[in-house]
């Protein structure tokens, strides 16, 4: 099972970016899916999570009316598109997936994308 993140970048602030994760190895449409990022000397937090099946998404209040999360089941491959960024969105983001039921704590996920590197300057 393997999760590949990609789509990071370096953007003014007010700009937008479009993450994508790509998963392969199995099927994660019934599976809970998200986003999580970690900035330097910060604990890894989350961003957005969604399940398919359900058409649920939760979002941090940081970045509601902010980011959206989407998935395109035929391309097993989930989106996170960010716009209207700021500084404090740098981090590194990382695409995760978990099996059983719905979570946004990041230790409660099974699957880990490599991580992609968001800077947003100011």
């Known amino acids: 099972v393997q999760l590949q993140a990609s789509g990071g970048g370096l953007v003014q602030a007010g700009g937008s970016l479009r993450l994508s994760c790509a998963a392969s190895?199995?099927?994660?449409?019934?599976?809970?899916m998200g986003w999580f990022r970690q900035a330097p000397g910060k604990e890894r937090e989350f961003v957005a999570v969604?399940?398919?099946?359900?058409?649920?998404?939760d979002y941090a209040d940081s970045v509601k009316g902010r980011f959206t999360i989407s998935r395109d089941n035929a391309k097993n491959t989930i989106y996170l598109q960010m716009n209207n960024l700021k500084p404090e969105d740098t981090a590194v983001y990382y695409c995760?997936?978990?099996?059983?039921?719905?979570?946004?704590?990041?230790?409660?996920?099974?699957?880990w994308g490599q991580g992609t590197q968001v800077t947003v300057s100011s």
């Open positions: 995760a997936a978990k099996n059983g039921g719905w979570s946004t704590r990041f230790i409660e996920y099974d699957y």
């Open positions: 190895g199995r099927t994660f449409s019934s599976l809970p």
């Open positions: 969604e399940i398919w099946s359900t058409f649920r998404t």
